[in-house]
């Protein structure tokens, strides 16, 4: 991150705290999503053209290089090759802006009204990296695809990926990036943080690859399955329905088929694969799951933090 990146509150002691908010919400949209409107600012903070307009005239006076215009859509686009960040957003505030919608507060966190601790995941072993993160959003907002080096799980070895990304998930602890993979020609799941490498953009002229004319539908994200759980251990009946609101020691948990792995990483299901870890659930509907031809997933070895 280059020197001269703002902090919010520096931004905010040199304009007004409106203004300072305005000016983050277009650095954000243009690095993560690499493109910003006027209309997408009036929406956001309900300001007239007048208003909207001198907030990205001030944007591109702090930052000329960062943008240009493109005048057939009057969208603002990014510069990547000489984009400096106005205020310093790092991955996991913009995901979460992503996910959750814009909001101050994350630049500038208060004071708890109680004592309040958390972890912060940007402490874990899989942190992210802002620009191979923005590099991947941008793609998917694109449509467009990037060549990156990924770590697979099981390798300490990169290998290069053409990676086509369609959306965004995040269990527990992680973010992951759903893509369409170019060399094993099928959509899988990718963990972000294992990204080693600033993903290149292929160009926004390049659309997903087209199969028929139907390869960009990935049948697995849309496809929603029911995971009908019941307690593994009965002594643990009582203790799991307090937890986890069962009724009769049951649950039906609907997932994405594309994301059945991490449910079940997450609700920790037994499906009696000899996995040796602490499992709360099994499922009454196996069988039925493995004739969806969900079997494979499912009974992949869980690998805690892959």
């Known amino acids: ?93 913009a995901l ?56 697979s799980h099981n390798s300490a070895n990169t290998d290069k990926r053409v990676l086509f990304p369609i959306a965004l998930f995040v269990d527990r602890q992680s973010w992951y990036v759903r893509a369409f993979d170019q060399g094993a020609a099928r959509f899988k799941n990718f963990k972000l943080s294992r990204i080693k490498s600033t993903p290149c953009a292929l160009g926004s002229n390049l659309q997903f690859p087209k199969v028929g004319g139907y390869l960009e539908k990935d049948t697995q994200w849309h496809t929603l399955v029911p995971l009908e759980l019941v307690v593994a251990d009965p002594e643990n009946v009582q203790q799991l329905t307090r937890e986890f609101g069962l009724e009769h020691g049951r649950k039906i948990v609907v997932c994405r088929a594309a994301l059945i792995y991490f449910a079940r990483v997450n609700w920790r299901i037994d499906v009696e694969n000899g996995d040796k870890n602490i499992f709360y659930f ?19 070895s869980i690998k805690f933090g892959s």
Request: hydrophobic share 40%; charged share 25%.
């Open 1 to 93: 991150m280059t020197s001269n990146v703002s902090s919010f509150r520096s931004l905010v002691e040199d304009r007004s705290l409106s203004q300072a908010e305005r000016l983050a919400f277009i650095d954000y949209k243009i690095m993560y999503l690499g493109e910003v409107s006027r209309q997408d600012i009036i929406e956001e903070f309900s300001i007239g053209q007048a208003a909207a307009s001198n907030d990205m005239r001030l944007y591109r006076e702090l930052r000329p290089a960062n943008s240009r215009l493109d005048h057939a859509t009057k969208r603002t686009i990014i510069t990547p090759e000489t984009y400096v960040p106005l205020v310093n957003i790092d991955a996991h505030t």
């Open 96 to 151: 979460d802006f992503i996910k959750n919608g814009f909001c101050r507060s994350r630049l500038e966190p208060g004071v708890p009204s109680l004592p309040v601790e958390t972890i912060d995941p940007r402490l874990a072993p899989g942190a992210l990296n802002d620009e191979q993160v923005a590099a991947v959003t941008r793609a998917m907002k694109g449509q467009y695809g990037v060549e990156c080096e990924y770590e």
């Open 282 to 300: 099994k499922l009454s509907n196996l069988i039925a799951l493995k004739q969806m031809g969900l079997g494979d997933e499912l009974m992949k």
